[in-house]
């Protein structure tokens, strides 16, 4: 079974790489994907900003069965172990994991104003939880490791304009 994935980005991604990023993200270092294209597409059009106003929906497959030799963390909602987990790579610029791959839910736009509250410890942990159960929120992938790369492959590149 074969799974395709989107990586919006303003660069057409024929080779993704394990990155270290800029900024602390909710799942670590690495390259993140999506089944949602809505989300991957929604991504690119963020960064249109002056003269930007091209970027690429990256599309690739991706091989589940390619797990069985990974070591994955999954979370299926947004739980007590997600939010630790993903507080944790917010939070912690140090903070490290070994795992080949991560997924589950991506904590997007809407809801980093109740992150912030839960940060400034105005809104408790299971308060924030059951807000984030009432949003839908689409999934991530992150490909943390070079040996995981190998579980996925580039199919084609589309263009995206403002």
Do not use: C
């Not at 912690?92 to 994991?97: G, I, M, Q, S």
């Not at 509250?117 to 991530?140: D, F, P, T």
């Amino acid at each position: 079974m074969v799974i395709e994935l989107y990586h919006g980005s303003l660069d057409r991604v024929e080779f993704p790489e394990v990155r270290e990023p800029n900024r602390t993200l909710d799942y670590g270092a690495g390259f993140y994907l999506t089944s949602s294209r809505e989300q991957a597409e929604n991504w690119v059009r963020r960064k249109f900003k002056g003269d930007i106003s091209q970027g690429w929906l990256n599309v690739y497959e991706y091989r589940p069965e390619a797990e069985s030799t990974l070591s994955v963390l999954s979370f299926d909602t947004p739980d007590e172990q997600w939010l630790d987990f993903v507080m944790a790579n917010r939070m912690d610029k140090d903070f490290t994991h070994d795992y080949d791959i991560v997924k589950g839910p991506v904590a997007n736009d809407r809801v980093y104003a109740s992150f912030a509250l839960y940060e400034a410890g105005l809104l408790s942990k299971q308060a924030l939880i059951s807000e984030l159960k009432a949003y839908r929120l689409v999934n991530q992938i992150l490909i943390h490791t070079e040996v995981a790369l190998k579980a996925i492959s580039f199919i084609k590149a589309e263009m995206i304009n403002k």
